[in-house]
């Protein structure tokens, strides 16, 4: 394959850009290697938060234990 030739060729109907977009973008996802997951990195704000599942306590002082970092 030569750098002039193009990677994709449309041999039917008459896309239009933003099909265009969808359909390279869906091939570039399925062509990344699956071996290692991205990182995730959590800031300070994310790690201080109530896990998902978790209900909040009602009672004395509720309030104040709500914005606090556990």
Do not use: H, I, Y
Not at 26 to 34: F, G, I, W, Y
């Amino acid at each position: 394959m030569s750098a002039e030739e193009p990677l994709f060729r449309v041999v039917r109907g008459n896309p239009t850009a933003e099909e265009l977009a969808a359909l390279v973008g869906a091939v570039l996802l399925r062509s990344r290697p699956t071996g290692t997951p991205p990182q995730v990195t959590r800031s300070a704000w994310t790690s201080s938060a109530r896990p998902v599942g978790v209900s909040p306590v009602a009672g004395p002082g509720a309030w104040r234990a709500s914005g606090l970092p556990r």
